[in-house]
């Protein structure tokens, strides 16, 4: 069972999906952070690092990739474990994303709001 404490931030540029995911996460018992860009997310990592980050791949400023790149770069981070969570399909992004560091690539019509909290859950049962 995952820590109810642990901290998601969720990098999302869209209102709506932001604003949908922050809530499932809430009423699963975890606190959650959002940004809207990469840029804005690289800086709430660095103010309250989270035990979790779920990245959308196109952004604004900074995309997902760039921003994973980063997180995996500096030892202070590269231990937090990257969904992506993103609209983006193919293997050619998947494997990109998968080979730069990240733990899941989910496409978010694929999963409900639900199942992307069980996979965190799974997620986090195992990188405390």
Same mark, same amino acid.
């Given at each position: 069972?995952?820590?109810?404490?642990?901290?998601?931030?969720?990098?999302?540029?869209?209102?709506?999906?932001?604003?949908?995911?922050?809530?499932?996460?809430?009423?699963?018992?975890?606190?959650?952070? &959002?940004?809207?860009? /990469?840029? #804005?997310?690289?800086?709430?990592?660095?103010?309250?690092? @989270?035990?979790? %980050?779920?990245?959308? !791949?196109?952004?604004?400023?900074?995309?997902?990739?760039?921003?994973?790149?980063?997180?995996?770069?500096?030892?202070?981070?590269?231990?937090?474990?990257?969904?992506?969570?993103?609209?983006?399909?193919?293997?050619?992004?998947?494997?990109? &994303?998968?080979?730069? /560091?990240? #733990?899941?690539?989910?496409?978010?019509?694929?999963?409900? @709001?639900?199942? %992307?909290?069980?996979? !965190?859950?799974?997620?986090?049962?195992?990188?405390?």
């Amino acid at each position: 069972m995952a820590d109810k404490k642990a901290k998601i931030l969720l990098v999302e540029d869209d209102l709506f999906m932001r604003r949908l995911y922050s809530e499932a996460f809430t009423l699963a018992g975890y606190t959650v952070t &959002a940004a809207v860009d /990469g840029g #804005e997310g690289l800086m709430q990592i660095y103010k309250d690092i @989270p035990s979790i %980050v779920l990245l959308d !791949v196109m952004m604004p400023e900074m995309n997902g990739i760039e921003l994973l790149e980063k997180i995996k770069a500096d030892p202070i981070t590269k231990h937090i474990p990257v969904i992506m969570l993103t609209n983006l399909s193919g293997k050619t992004e998947e494997n990109n &994303a998968l080979s730069k /560091g990240a #733990e899941k690539y989910l496409v978010k019509s694929e999963y409900e @709001p639900k199942q %992307v909290v069980q996979i !965190v859950e799974e997620i986090l049962s195992v990188h405390p």
